[in-house]
C-alpha cells in the first residue's frame, strides 16, 4: 500500500536550518506529484511546497520562496524539504503528500489534490 514516512523534524533556532525527508513505498514515485503541508495549531493545513512528476518543476508558497527548497530522488523514492533561515512563523506540523496529475509538468497547494499524506514531522523553531 502507499506510504509516506517524514523525518527530520525538530527544535531549531530562529535563522537556523532543517532538512526534511519523506520516503515513499508502494507506488511509483516517477508518475506523481509530491508536495510538502504544514499546519500549525488552531491553523488549517497550507501548502508549502510542490513539484511535479515531470522536469521537476517546483511552486512554493510565498511565505518560504527564497527560503525554501523542494528537490526529489526518484532512485531514493525520496523527496526532500530544505528550508533555511527559519522564522518562528514556520512553526508547525510538516506533511508530506502524493497525488496525481494528467499534466505532468503541473502541481498545486490544495489539500484536496493530494490523495495520500505521511503522519508528520514537528518543526518547531524558538529561541
Known amino acids: 500500500q502507499v506510504q509516506l514516512v517524514e523525518s527530520g523534524g525538530g527544535l531549531v533556532q530562529p535563522g537556523e536550518s532543517l532538512r526534511l525527508s519523506c520516503v515513499a513505498s508502494g507506488f511509483t514515485l516517477d508518475f506523481y506529484a509530491m508536495a510538502w503541508f504544514r499546519q500549525a495549531p488552531g491553523k488549517e493545513r497550507e501548502g508549502v511546497s510542490c513539484i511535479a512528476s515531470g522536469d521537476d518543476i517546483t511552486h512554493y508558497a510565498d511565505s518560504v520562496k527564497g527560503r525554501f527548497t523542494l528537490s526529489r530522488d526518484n532512485a531514493k523514492r525520496t523527496v526532500y524539504l530544505q528550508m533555511n533561515s527559519l522564522e518562528p512563523e514556520d512553526t508547525a506540523v510538516y506533511y508530506c503528500?502524493?497525488?496525481?496529475?494528467?499534466?505532468?509538468?503541473?502541481?498545486?497547494?490544495?489539500?484536496?489534490?493530494?490523495?495520500?499524506w505521511g503522519q508528520g514531522t514537528q518543526v518547531t523553531v524558538s529561541s
Open positions: 503528500a502524493t497525488g496525481y496529475y494528467t499534466d505532468s509538468l503541473r502541481c498545486g497547494l490544495v489539500v484536496a489534490d493530494y490523495g495520500y
